[in-house]
């Protein structure tokens, strides 16, 4: 069976530094994808960033770089320059390709970023 | 990236009623949708999974008859809530994916109060 592991409920990082959020994963298929989603207070999921299994390099979008451990089974995210806007709830989340493309979430990490 | 609108954003209802949400894939077609169920404070659990014109996969420990799911075009999944209780107050999120599309994308998310 397919597990996500976050094991920060909360975080606090001061505005302008970078965080590491951790994500460890458990899954016997060699397809799959990895993403990181931010939740604000309003609810809405917004996409941050994605990994596919086959990639050769960590992906990296703006701000946000995904460091990918194949073997360690590990995904976390790290976010730069840290801003105030970016306070939220993190999800780490897994989708198997051969199970439909369910996406499978983690626990989720609170980030408060301190002025 | 692809929009997903869902609707209502909140509602309010009375113990014993059914409720009904909507979730709209506006620039796409959207294959297969997904809803979620959120708790404060808690990640999103996976309900049930819906194809178009296909009847819907539910998760284990979901009811069926309680959380009707109807995907019967390609831009459009609605889920019902029968006979709501207080305990099925909770945040419900729908994601939406095209057959193209790597990753999923989410609507606004519905507020469900039972009161």
């Known amino acids: 069976a397919q597990k996500i592991t976050q094991t920060q409920p909360g975080m606090f990082v001061q505005e302008k530094e970078a965080v590491t959020l951790d994500c460890t994963y458990d899954t016997s298929d060699p397809s799959y994808g990895l993403f990181w989603y931010k939740q604000p207070s309003s609810g809405e999921m917004i996409f941050l960033i994605y990994q596919g299994s086959y990639d050769q390099q960590n992906a990296t979008e703006g701000r946000y770089s995904l460091n990918f451990q194949k073997a360690r089974k590990s995904a976390n995210l790290v976010i730069s320059a840290s801003q105030l806007g970016d306070s939220a709830m993190y999800f780490c989340?897994?989708?198997?390709?051969?199970?439909?493309?369910?996406?499978?979430f983690g626990q989720g990490t609170e980030l408060s970023v301190k002025p | 990236g692809a929009v997903v609108s869902q609707h209502p954003s909140w509602v309010i209802c009375k113990s014993g009623t059914s409720v009904k949400i909507e979730c709209r894939s506006l620039d796409f077609q959207a294959t297969t949708m997904f809803w979620y169920r959120q708790f404060p404070k808690q990640s999103l659990m996976l309900m049930a999974t819906?194809?178009?014109?296909?009847?819907?996969?539910?998760e284990q420990g979901v009811e069926k008859d309680k959380f009707l799911i109807n995907h019967a075009s390609l831009t459009l999944s609605t889920l019902t809530v029968t006979s709501a209780h207080p305990e099925d107050s909770s945040f419900y999120i729908c994601?939406?994916?095209?057959?193209?599309?790597?990753?999923?994308?989410f609507g606004q998310g519905t507020r469900l109060t039972v009161v």
């Open positions: 994601s939406a994916r095209g057959i193209l599309n790597t990753e999923a994308f």
């Open positions: 989340a897994m989708r198997d390709l051969n199970q439909g493309g369910k996406l499978i």
């Open positions: 819906s194809n178009e014109g296909s009847k819907a996969t539910y």
